[in-house]
């Protein structure tokens, strides 16, 4: 083999090592949102190949069943294209040194060294050098397995939790109306605790965009919804009431629509994929009125205040919509018509499901 092509080789099968090392360290270890073109392919080739199956489905608890594989599917592809493509580099390098004698020896020898079975070593000192360096290479990325896996249980039993108990406290249908007017109006510590969530949410869900695809556990439910509830009722809080509370909804609220801009970056949302709001003034006078009637203190100035819910509401409606066509979650029209409708929940669903047109061209996760 010419020189020239010896370098290139070596040069070429360390890109390769270097890519593979630095896809892994922004996966599981940087926690600075960054894209990263190995694992952008792959999460984009898994959804693209589920497409078809949630099409089929017209039930949002199939779609759930489906999309529950989304992240078991990806990492497994992940560590199968970290192990190929090192394999591929040290190969290169095994025949650039010649430390074995054909390609395809260079490549048996590299398999056996990546996966530490050792039942074919390179015959060179030099080869089993580099043999060592790729033994670790490939410990390396069984620990990155290992580590990543129980922090994204935890990110999500988290999520599903708090989104949870929402669905609990709402009976089952989150939305500005089932927050405000219940027995338990939310005071400035519900507040507190959805900002303090809310901004973990952004932080996680932009660290590691395949979270954003992980459908809820429980039936019918997902953290989409009740973070379009909860923003809603922390917009009109902030518009509509006065005091301590109306300061801490504000927070909330701000806090909520730069989590979504994080998510919506680190997915690499398009402006043009956004919806425009739903929101008729004939909606917001109706919640005024219906929340009057329940026992809510509303401040005069509704016009006023409806323009400033819109403002508020055009920030985060559109990301919101956009995640809900991505995943397939159907919105109720209580909650983006803000009122309660006279069907029951599952009948709103399948309405909603009716009246939301299939997307061609979805985005999937970096």
């Known amino acids: 083999m010419h020189p020239v092509f010896r370098i290139l080789g070596v040069l070429v099968g360390m890109w390769l090592i270097f890519a593979v090392i630095r896809s892994c360290c922004r996966v599981a270890l940087v926690n600075?949102?960054?894209?990263?073109?190995?694992?952008?392919?792959?999460?984009?080739?898994?959804?693209?190949?589920?497409?078809?199956?949630?099409?089929?489905?017209?039930?949002?608890?199939?779609?759930?069943?489906?999309?529950?594989?989304?992240?078991?599917?990806?990492?497994?592809s992940s560590i199968g294209c970290y192990f190929a493509v090192t394999m591929a580099g040290f190969g290169l390098i095994y025949q650039a040194i010649r430390a074995e004698t054909t390609f395809f020896r260079s490549l048996v020898s590299s398999g056996s060294a990546l996966s530490t079975l050792g039942f074919s070593t390179p015959a060179t000192g030099r080869g089993e050098a580099v043999a060592i360096v790729e033994g670790a290479v490939g410990l390396g990325i069984v620990?990155?397995?290992?580590?990543?896996v129980p922090g994204y249980q935890s990110a999500i039993q988290r999520r599903e939790e708090i989104s949870a108990r929402l669905y609990a406290?709402?009976?089952g249908e989150p939305s500005c109306e089932?927050?405000?007017?219940?027995?338990?109006?939310?005071e400035?510590?519900?507040?507190?605790?959805w900002e303090d969530f809310l901004r973990e949410l952004g932080d996680i869900h932009a660290e590691s965009p395949i979270l954003v695809f992980t459908p809820s556990i429980r039936a019918g439910q997902s953290w989409v919804v009740s973070v379009f509830a909860v923003l809603d009722a922390a917009n009109f809080t902030g518009t509509m009431m006065e005091g301590g509370i109306k300061r801490s909804?504000?927070?909330?609220?701000?806090?909520?629509?730069?989590?979504?801009?994080?998510?919506?970056?680190?997915?690499?949302?398009?402006?043009?994929?956004?919806?425009?709001?739903s929101l008729s003034p004939g909606d917001f006078d109706a919640l005024c009125s219906r929340l009057e009637a329940g026992g809510l203190s509303i401040q005069s100035g509704r016009e006023a205040a409806r323009l400033a819910f819109e403002a508020n509401r055009a920030q985060y409606e559109p990301i919101l919509r956009f995640l809900a066509?991505?995943?397939?979650?159907?919105?109720?029209?209580?909650?983006?018509?803000?009122?309660?409708?006279?069907?029951?929940?599952?009948?709103?669903n399948a309405i909603s499901e009716a009246r939301t047109p299939a997307r061609r061209g979805r985005t999937a996760p970096r």
Request: hydrophobic share 45%.
């Open 325 to 348: 066509e991505t995943l397939f979650v159907p919105l109720s029209p209580s909650l983006t018509r803000l009122t309660r409708s006279p069907n029951p929940p599952e009948a709103e």
């Open 249 to 277: 909804s504000g927070i909330c609220l701000r806090e909520g629509i730069l989590s979504l801009r994080r998510m919506a970056a680190a997915l690499r949302m398009e402006q043009s994929a956004a919806q425009p709001a």
């Open 32 to 76: 600075v949102p960054s894209p990263d073109s190995l694992t952008g392919f792959l999460s984009r080739l898994t959804y693209r190949l589920m497409l078809p199956l949630l099409r089929r489905r017209t039930a949002y608890p199939e779609r759930q069943r489906i999309l529950a594989w989304f992240g078991p599917l990806f990492l497994l």
């Open 143 to 148: 620990v990155f397995l290992i580590t990543f």
């Open 169 to 171: 406290h709402t009976g």
């Open 178 to 186: 089932a927050l405000l007017g219940g027995a338990d109006k939310p």
């Open 188 to 193: 400035p510590a519900f507040w507190n605790a």
